[in-house]
Nanobody, 116 residues
Framework: QVQLVESGGGLVQPGGSLRLSCAVS????????MGWFRQAPGKQRELVAS???????NYADSVKGRFTISRDNRKKTLYLQMNSLKPEDTAVYYC??????????WGQGTQVTVSS
């Protein structure tokens, strides 16, 4: 059973930066695409960035140019570097496979709050 453990969230001022991490148990990590999702209060969970097993990336328009997704297959860890943060980036951030048909069980997520 694959487990996902997100970390790195916190409170940051507008314009600030955070780096999220997602540790993935099991040996499948290096072979599958992964993504970062977020869910703001009262809104549906949305995919904001994804990366294939060989490193190709894709971003939602709302974060393009500000967020960078990366992965370390040896460490079985997914990252999200978030720069120029805005109040509307406030959400709980989760990692998982982008394809809903093969998704792992969700982790607990990590809270990101952007506020002055």
């Amino acid at each position: 059973q694959v487990q996902l453990v997100e970390s790195g969230g916190g409170l940051v001022q507008p314009g600030g930066s955070l780096r999220l991490s997602c540790a993935v148990s099991g040996s499948i990590f290096g072979f599958v695409a992964m993504g970062w999702f977020r869910q703001a209060p009262g809104k549906q969970r949305e995919l904001v960035a994804s990366i294939t097993s060989d490193g190709s990336t894709n971003y939602a328009d709302s974060v393009k140019g500000r967020f960078t997704i990366s992965r370390d297959n040896r460490k079985k860890t997914l990252y999200l570097q978030m720069n120029s943060l805005k109040p509307e980036d406030t959400a709980v951030y989760y990692c998982n496979r982008p394809n809903a048909e093969v998704r792992f069980n969700w982790g607990q997520g990590t809270q990101v709050t952007v506020s002055s």
